[in-house]
């Protein structure tokens, strides 16, 4: 008698182990993603990772990571945090990670803001105008004085320049952030 072709083929014959488990290029890829990670963890400080939701050994083994000295001694305690790793959640890890890293990128972009702000103000006197515009809260006059210290330094030759009325305005600005950066 003839076999019924209508059946499904998948509710007869069980899927081989090696089509549902990942591929070991796969699995290996995750290992380094974990070690990369671990990485990232080992660089955080102390009082952050105490927050995190990891295991007592998995923090033990970051803290025993930084007091190891020798090459091969870090590279082999790196793996071991990437074995516990595998029986962490990494979610969380790689939230708090990005949330540091994203706070470090913050940090730089205001600096770089405050040096942007500092050599504007320092050639023209429209900056003035537009810096004051976003935060009303400064004192101008301070600031004004601070603008002039700057300029006749600048104005000085390279061996007698002290620098100090640069990095007065440089702390100053900093210090006043725009309004508009503080609602963000």
């Not at 504007?120 to 601070?146: G, K």
């Given at each position: 008698?003839?076999?019924?072709?209508?059946?499904?083929?998948?509710?007869?014959?069980?899927?081989?182990?090696?089509?549902?488990?990942?591929?070991?290029?796969?699995?290996?890829?995750?290992?380094?993603?974990?070690?990369?990670?671990?990485?990232?963890?080992?660089?955080?400080?102390?009082?952050?990772?105490v927050?995190?939701?990891m295991?007592?050994?998995?923090?033990?083994?970051?803290?025993?990571?930084?007091?190891?000295?020798?090459?091969e001694?870090?590279?082999?305690?790196?793996?071991?945090?990437?074995?516990?790793?595998?029986?962490?959640?990494?979610?969380?890890?790689?939230?708090?990670?990005?949330?540091?890293?994203?706070?470090?990128?913050?940090?730089?972009?205001?600096?770089?803001?405050?040096?942007?702000?500092?050599?504007?103000?320092?050639?023209?006197?429209?900056?003035?105008?537009?810096?004051?515009?976003?935060?009303?809260?400064?004192?101008?006059?301070?600031?004004?004085?601070?603008?002039?210290?700057?300029?006749?330094?600048?104005?000085?030759?390279?061996?007698?320049?002290?620098?100090?009325?640069?990095?007065e305005?440089?702390?100053?600005?900093?210090?006043?952030?725009?309004?508009?950066?503080?609602?963000?």
């Amino acid at each position: 008698m003839p076999q019924n072709d209508s059946a499904d083929p998948a509710e007869t014959e069980p899927i081989p182990a090696w089509l549902t488990r990942p591929s070991k290029t796969r699995r290996k890829k995750d290992s380094h993603d974990l070690q990369a990670l671990g990485v990232a963890l080992v660089e955080m400080p102390d009082n952050r990772l105490v927050d995190l939701p990891m295991d007592e050994i998995l923090l033990d083994a970051i803290r025993q990571y930084r007091g190891t000295r020798t090459h091969e001694g870090r590279r082999r305690q790196m793996q071991y945090i990437g074995k516990l790793m595998r029986r962490t959640d990494p979610e969380p890890l790689r939230e708090a990670v990005a949330a540091m890293q994203l706070g470090h990128a913050k940090d730089a972009l205001a600096l770089h803001d405050a040096e942007r702000w500092r050599a504007e103000l320092i050639a023209s006197d429209d900056a003035l105008t537009e810096w004051t515009a976003n935060r009303p809260q400064a004192d101008v006059q301070q600031l004004r004085s601070l603008i002039r210290a700057a300029r006749k330094d600048a104005s000085l030759v390279p061996e007698q320049r002290s620098g100090r009325a640069f990095r007065e305005l440089f702390k100053f600005i900093r210090q006043h952030p725009a309004e508009s950066a503080e609602k963000s």
